[in-house]
Structures are given as C-alpha cells and as structure tokens.
C-alpha cells in the first residue's frame, strides 16, 4: 500500500509540482515504489513504537525526534538502495541529485532528506493510524486474502523484472 502511495507522490511531484510530464516512476511494471514500501516499514518498526499509544502531548513533545528519525533512516534507505541498484541494474532509477547544493555522491541530498522527515511525520501521525483503523475494521478474512492477491501481484511483478533485465 505504501509503495503505491510513494508512486503516486513521485507521478504527483513529476506531473503537478515540476511540470515534466509522466513518466514511470519505479523499477518495477506495477504502479508502486517499493523504496517507499520499505522506508514505511522502517518508520513502522524504528520510530512509530515510541509514539504509537501514546498521549498527544507525548506524540507532539516527540515530532523533533521523530522528524530526525525518519529523515535519517530514510535517506540511509535511499543511499543503500542506489547502491544495489547499481550494483543490481547498472544504474539507479531516480534522478541524480547532482544539482542539489548539499548531497553526497549526487546520490542523496539534504532537501529531499528533509522531506523525508516531513513525510515520515504525516505518514505515523496521520496516515498509519488512519489505515490502522480501516484494517481493524475489515474481517480478517478479507484482510488475508487482501494480503493473498496483493503479494502475489507484488512477487510476479518483481520476478519478471529481474528475469527482463537478466535477459536483455
């Protein structure tokens, strides 16, 4: 789910916000960025345990650290998944950031890093609780085979591209 919504927002920047026009914007053929998927995760299993359940005045003293949090862990992904990109496909996906005035090695940079932070931030404090409540709300039942569909989607997808680009 979170990857589709990283998609989304990266069509949504391209198309909307920088006026380039649509263009595919993940490795794989489905509509979803699984680097988003699994920075969510990140977020869900680093940093949303210390504001899940907690009081507002708690969760709100703790948006600073939870900012940082998601801004760093984020942006470490973002740099490890260019590397193996690269290592994997030859090249990474994304634009380089060579025209940023603060990056490293054109592959990360301080103002999307920031945005990451951002987005962290409306992700666990408005988003994850949100789909929390729309999941406990569905029958188990359909919540599985939900899941059941959506993976095997997700895995077909990832195995034909591997084998595409192992083969041309």
């Not at 916000?17 to 920075?39: A, E, K, N, T």
């Not at 949090?69 to 634009?95: N, R």
Request: charged share 10%.
């Amino acid at each position: 789910m979170y990857s589709i919504i990283g998609w989304l927002y990266e069509v949504f920047l391209e198309v909307v916000v920088y006026r380039w026009g649509y263009s595919d914007r993940g490795i794989l053929f489905g509509p979803y960025c699984p680097v988003y998927g699994f920075g969510a995760l990140l977020f869900l299993f680093l940093v949303y345990p210390m504001i899940k359940r907690k009081k507002l005045q708690t969760r709100l003293l703790l948006l600073p650290v939870v900012f940082l949090l998601c801004a760093l862990s984020a942006t470490l992904l973002e740099l490890i998944t260019s590397y193996l990109c690269e290592a994997v496909l030859g090249s990474w996906p994304w634009q380089t950031y060579s025209q940023y005035a603060i990056n490293f090695q054109a592959r990360i940079a301080l103002s999307p890093s920031i945005r990451f932070g951002i987005g962290g931030v409306v992700f666990l404090y408005l988003l994850q609780p949100l789909f929390e409540k729309l999941t406990t709300a569905l029958p188990p039942k359909i919540l599985t085979f939900l899941f059941g569909i959506l993976s095997v989607l997700f895995v077909a997808d990832l195995f034909s591209t591997i084998i595409l680009h192992i083969f041309t």
